[in-house]
Every structure is written in C-alpha cells, then in structure tokens.
C-alpha cells in the first residue's frame, strides 16, 4: 500500500495495525516528506518499505518484492530488540528502532522513536518561565516498580522489581498511592494503570510544554520510550535510566542514571542550579534539532544511504 502520496513508499500488508494506528505515524510522515526533498532525484532509485510488527514469526511481504529499486526496510514496533540481519539478502539496507549499535560492516541502522501521533508540540518556553518542576506520569509497568519505589517512604518494605512482577502487586500499589507529586514542589509524578490512561494526549503535549524535568523510566520492554522524543522535542530536561550505545544518545544532553535514587538526588540539586538548567536545555533542544527531529531523522537516512552508494563493497555480500 502507498502511503505519503509517495509512490515509492509502501507500508508492509504483514504490518500488525493500519499505518494511521501506529503512534509514530505522524512522525514518520513527516520524516518521509523531509527525506524526499534531501534525496532529490536519488529518492526515486529506492523503494521504501515501512513494516510495523513485534511477533517473531510475522515476516515482512516486501521479503518477495522486487521492482529493480533498491528495496528499504523501515522496521517499526519490535520493542524486543531482534537482530535483523537475516532480513540483509532482500534488502539494501534496514533501519529499526529498538536495537543498539550496530556492525558498521552491516547495512542495518539503529532508527529514533519520535513521539506520539496527537501530542502536540509547542514553541519552547524558557526554562525558568515554565510552571511545573518535575513532570512524569505514566503506567506502573513491572519495570517501573525501582522507579515507584524511589517515591515511596515505605521504600525499604517494598519488593524490589527482581523479587516480584505480578499484576496483583502492582494493582495493589497503585490502590496504596499513585501521587507523589508532593515529593518535589510545583511538580506532577503520578502512576497510571495501564499506557495512555492518564491525561489526555492534548493535555499531555500542554504539561511537558510547562516542565522543567522530565523524568523517563524503563518502558514495557526496553529503556528508550516516546517520552524521550516528546520532552526533547518540548524543551525539557530529560533524566533517564541508561539508554543504548547509538548516535541519538551518546554523548547527548540527556542525564542517563544507573538508579532512581542517584536520579532523585540529580533532581534536586538541578532545582538549586538554574544556571545550568538553562544550559542543559539550550543544549536539549539544540540535539533535538540536530539530531532526532523530523528534519534530522531525514538527514540522518540519506546520509546512511549515501554512504552505502560509495562503499558498495561493505554490503555486496548481502544484497541479492
């Protein structure tokens, strides 16, 4: 199916949901719409194929694709990380979310989130002028339950997330307390029950537009999530568990941790700094802008791309 009012760009009929359903749709449109005015005339020699599945035995039917381009695989939804390469002999090359760095020997590159379709962005208020300190509200997945422990002052009594993952545990937690905003003043940490069933997207997009910190636990499977985009994009702090060894995270602005007590303490002392809270996020939305944005992401594609063309020989034995 064509997609983008590209000829060229199709999304995979194995695709687990309809394109308009994925969250990063609007993100991907966008960065498709940039990557055809980068490319030119060279965005016309590739086929485009945008595949959004996390079930290991659903293969792409682009697999059996063949118009004489150069086939792309755009690899969305795997959250569980799986290592693509035995995908290499039918296509040039393939981007995927959800994986570290990869072998620069192998056409396969690590691909940004973005952020959820219907969260929109605002333009970037100064970090001394914005209402709330701290910002997180999310679900309480068992990978969050060291995150909600951080809050609570029965910490010491509660299980740890290596000791206990049942539902039941967390049910019961949440019915114990889900609001800690009163931890830091000015500031929002509530715990949801389950993905999207807090604020609306309208009013999520509106917070993050007001907050200094954002804090971004481990999501349901990997550390990387949407709400790292979302508080980039929106001119926020971002303190974060350790995230993958790839170009969108190395060497950023975003405070990476090893524990949410050493992140809870970082917290603190940012709120005595403004200095360097302003500092911190000049320097966000600077790597925004150059390095996961829309724009950047388009860059970051054709650029890949480029490098293939004038190093043909990394990948000729794996293109068919």
Known sequence: MEIFGLNNVHYDCNSEFPFDQLNESLFIEKVFNGLSHQMGSHFNNYDFYVFSCFKSKVHPKSLNENTGNK????YLSDESGRDP???????????????GKTSASRPIFPLQLGYVKGVPGFESKPINERKH????????NSNRINFYRAFSRLKYFLPTRELIHRA???WALLKMKNNFSRFFSDSIIIFNHSFKSGYSLDQYGKILSESKIVLCPMGFNRTECFRHYEAMRAGCIVISEKLPD???????????INNWDEGLKIVDNLLKDPDRMHKLQTQIINWWNEKCSEKATAEYISGALEELHKVPSKISSYVI
């Not at 086939?71 to 755009?74: A, F, N, Q, R, S």
Request: charged content about 10%; proline content about 5%; hydrophobic content about 40%.
């Open 133 to 140: 300190n701290v910002f997180f509200r999310g679900n309480l």
């Open 85 to 99: 390469a035995s995908y290499l002999p039918y296509y040039h090359a393939i981007f995927k979310q959800y994986i």
């Open 168 to 170: 039941e545990y967390i």
């Open 246 to 256: 790839t170009e969108f995270y190395n060497n950023s602005p975003i405070i990476q």
């Open 71 to 74: 086939k792309i695989l755009i």
